[in-house]
């Protein structure tokens, strides 16, 4: 089906029609540039959300638990979303969207080429229509001339009173007429000749070959069209896997929430340690006399075990504290005593316990430090032309000084820890900074390739006949929670300190690797332990 043969009279219409496919090209164009935009702001909108309500430095204790955590994994997971619309944008402005542009410029300047040339064949068959109504009109007004001058002939040859000069001069003009009149025939019957010639040429080679060629112009145009929507659709599919991905993420993150591992972790944030008081005896003032003495020394040793009722309300203010107030950094932190002892025996413990973990960080991180301070200061021995070695001893010295400072701020800490549990160090408190850059202490003793290099930070044991020994213990140490891992592998545990896991398995982080390839985890049930670190896939709170 072509236009040269189906269309050869509508060669305007044909004109029309081209140039509604290129504006309605140009319309899709525009509207991928308006979606583009739209996905853009839309995810420009969820990254801002998702930044709004990351978590905050002091709100970092509340995302201990399974249910913030959970929204923090949900949050997370619509980042991830952002991200995908994002690519839809740019995959639309960046392929699409040139490919329609260049489109439309090609199909403008051929349009153009095509029709310019189907007007100069319009116009040269017109031409060739006039020359043919010139010659008609000569030819038919030579015809009727010779017609007349042939009347006269005949009129002057019938009449007598004529001389034999004027009928010769009528005979004369016939011919004269006669032959210019059928030049004239000549000339329209080759005139009429080329034009048929021409008009068929026109109509049955030309002009078709330029319908032709919009006729492909406009089936480019259609295919590629085509080939856009598909592609916008390719586009939307690619992304949809990971968009039901984002998904599942978040129903595992809705599955992560346990209220009984909560519960047990308001348990352990919240507990004082103190015992509940006892049933208040009855006082018989009767007995007046002597016993009046015997009931004050009575009273007083039964005031006794109510006296741990006055550290609960302070408890229950620090518990005030940690509310409304506390979003404002509420200077009465600051009133805090340096051992902790306004708080209850359990929260106290507690605090001792990261404050003793944060020291040996910040210990880690001098001893860091140091030893890539005496890695540059050999690299200057050895070529002095990088950098003078003497340099770098003011470094040295000064961060000599910060070890010994957190060393004994490290041995105080304990002491007050071991003051709270009310144990005894086994180690000499002379211990140097050498035993904590081992990566044990001397209670410990030496690690088997199975155990994690890393201990449990409780390097104290009970005293023999301690009743709160268990409530206290190694067991109940409490760590702060510094992100979750998905087990890669399944391991079992096979030496002591380390805990079985199963593939998939999701655990908190209680303590990072410290270059002893081990991480230690607590599992869903409560389970404490060490895992290798190389078989599971770490997600750290301070990395958001």
Partial sequence: ?????????????????????????????????????????YARNLKKLVKNFQPKKREEDEYQFTWAKGFVDMIKEVHDIAGQHEVIAESLQGTVYKDLQNLMTELKQDRKKHLQEGARLQEQLRQMALSLDKAKKTYEKAFKESERALDNYR?????????RADVEKQRIIMNQKAQQCEDCKNEYASVLQQFNSHQQ?????????????????????????????????????????IINTCIEGMIKAAGSVNSAQDSKLVIDKYKSG??????????????????????????????????????STVSSKQKKRGGLFGLF??????DQKEDF??????????????????????????TAEREGILKLKDVYVSNPALGDPNMLAEKVEENAQKLDALQ????????????????????ASGDSIHSSDSGHHAPHTISTPGTPHQQPHNVYAPIDGDEDGDEFGEGDVEFHVIG???????FEATNEGSVPMSENEEMQILEEDQGDGWTRVRKVDGTEGFVPSSYVQCHYLTSD
């Fill in 274 to 311: 103190f015992p509940i008081p006892q049933d208040v005896p009855f006082e018989d003032l009767s007995n007046m006399g002597g016993m009046v003495d015997n009931q004050n020394n009575s009273t007083s040793n039964k005031q006794t075990p109510s006296n741990p009722m006055k550290p």
């Fill in 329 to 334: 950094g509420s200077s009465k932190v600051d």
């Fill in 484 to 490: 979750t891992c998905r087990a890669l592998y399944p």
């Fill in 408 to 427: 004994q701020e490290l041995l105080k800490y304990e002491g007050y820890l071991a003051e709270c549990e009310g144990k005894r160090r086994h180690s």
């Fill in 1 to 41: 089906m072509s236009w040269g043969t189906e269309l050869w009279d509508q060669y305007d219409n044909v004109g029309v029609h081209t140039q509604k496919g290129i504006d309605f090209c140009e319309k899709f164009t525009h509207f991928l540039k308006e979606r583009s935009a739209v996905e853009l702001e």
């Fill in 201 to 241: 040429e026109h109509y049955h080679t030309a002009m078709p070959m330029v319908f032709q060629q919009l006729q492909e112009m406009e089936t480019k145009r259609i295919t590629k069209m085509k080939d856009c929507v598909l592609q916008c659709a390719e586009i939307e599919k690619s992304v949809i896997p």
């Fill in 155 to 163: 009129k002057a040859d019938a009449d007598i009173n004529l001389s």
């Fill in 341 to 366: 002892s306004d708080l209850p025996p359990n929260q106290r413990r507690r605090k001792l316990q990261q404050k003793i973990d944060l020291i040996k960080k910040d210990m880690a991180k001098e």
